[in-house]
């Protein structure tokens, strides 16, 4: 059975990956929340390369995909599906934003009603003495 550091029990795989991280040197001449620090600061890194990667195959496909025959057309296409889902996203919310105003003013109009009858009773009641 291997002896793992207990700042990196993860399981096996985690395990060496996360030394594979590290210098030789480091690993002997650091304490333990350095090496934390150090196998953090390197994992971050190592995504941000691997998301960047990402993005540089994501652009390559769209590139490819308009040099094909229809692929401008395609790409056209796609974007003006898009802008329709955000045309009907805003239209969703003026709608909503219209029901909104409409309800305050059937509570304002409901407020007026209230505040007449009361203003009737108390007029009757006062001119009843």
């Known amino acids: ?29 650091k304490d333990v929340e350095e090496l934390q620090q150090i ?11 691997e998301r960047e990667k990402d993005k540089g195959k994501e ?10 025959p229809g692929g401008e057309r395609e790409r056209e296409r796609h974007d003006k599906e898009k802008e329709q889902v955000r045309e009907d996203k805003s239209e969703k919310d003026r709608d909503h934003d219209k029901e909104k105003e ?6 304002r109009q409901h407020a007026e009603r209230i505040d007449k009858v009361k203003h009737e009773d108390d007029s009757l009641a006062g001119g009843g003495d």
Request: glycine fraction near 0%; aromatic fraction near 6%.
């Open 1 to 29: 059975m291997r002896h793992h550091p207990p700042f990196l029990f993860q399981n096996d795989d985690e395990v060496e990956r996360d030394f594979a991280l590290l210098e030789p040197l480091e690993i002997i001449t």
């Open 39 to 49: 196998v953090k600061k390197r994992k971050m890194e190592r995504s941000q390369t």
């Open 59 to 68: 652009k390559e496909r769209n590139e490819e995909h308009e040099r094909r």
């Open 102 to 107: 409409k309800e305050k003013e059937r509570e």
